[in-house]
């Protein structure tokens, strides 16, 4: 079964807005992590966050991490049209297969 | 500029055909993946290698054929594909594949097309 999915699909705000994006799992996990792809692009790794771990901060980028929930978020602060891209999230799972789980993404777009 | 290469960048195939793809990293990582992303599915794992060992392959069908002859090349070797094979292929390399705070490198990938 899928382990991390994103919410919302699809993002659409102003520049200059802030973006929020929400991940759910399911099982216990390490770590979690958040990734960006530009459109026919690689994915480039952004924030790791350990499960001990409650907020991270990254230049405009925060994220929280909230265990008993099974959840995290991604705030993008004043953002840029250059932030047009697919954010995803990925789970390091505590047991079973030692592997990163990726969702499907939520794709955001930024208008000028 | 990313560390970890890809090439070619897009390939058109036929299902009879057979191609490889190829992956080198310069970041002198020791674990090398190869992900497949379909339109509107969530990245599939397929192989993982440490160290030039491969340490998973997650029930990938067998016209998939991975290489990886040292820390720093990946290659997948293709033959019978299907169409819906037709993906971009990614590779990614991390410090080591069972250090769990290692994030993956990726790189730009192979936009691959069966006809």
């Known amino acids: 079964s899928q382990q991390g999915e994103e919410d919302p699909q699809a993002l659409s705000i102003q520049e200059g807005e802030n973006a929020t994006m929400n991940c759910s799992y399911k099982?216990?996990?390490?770590?979690l992590q958040w990734y960006r792809q530009n459109s026919g692009r690689g994915l480039v790794h952004l924030i790791l966050?350990?499960?001990?771990?409650r907020e991270k901060h990254s230049g405009r980028l925060r994220v929280t991490l909230d265990t008993s929930k099974k959840s995290s978020s991604l705030l993008i602060t004043a953002s840029r049209a250059a932030d047009t891209a697919s954010y995803f999230c990925?789970?390091?799972?505590?047991?079973?297969?030692?592997?990163?789980?990726f969702g499907q993404g939520t794709r955001l777009t930024i208008n000028p | 500029e990313t560390g970890v290469t890809q090439t070619p960048r897009h390939l058109v195939m036929g299902m009879t055909n057979k191609k490889s793809l190829k992956c080198e990293q310069h970041?002198?990582?020791?674990?090398m993946y190869w992900y497949k992303q379909s339109a509107k599915k969530p990245l599939e794992l397929m192989f993982v290698?440490?160290?030039?060992?491969?340490?998973e392959n997650n029930s990938v069908p067998s016209r998939f054929s991975p290489e990886c002859p040292n820390s720093s090349h990946l290659f997948l070797h293709l033959h019978t594909l299907q169409p819906e094979d037709s993906a971009l292929y990614l590779c990614?390399?991390?410090?080591?594949?069972?250090?769990?705070?290692?994030?993956?490198?990726f790189g730009n990938g192979t936009r691959l097309t069966v006809t």
């Open positions: 990614a390399s991390s410090q080591e594949a069972e250090i769990y705070n290692s994030p993956l490198h």
């Open positions: 966050i350990r499960s001990n771990e």
């Open positions: 990925a789970t390091h799972r505590e047991q079973g297969a030692q592997k990163l789980v």
């Open positions: 099982t216990s996990i390490n770590n």
């Open positions: 290698y440490n160290f030039k060992e491969q340490t």
């Open positions: 970041l002198g990582h020791n674990a």
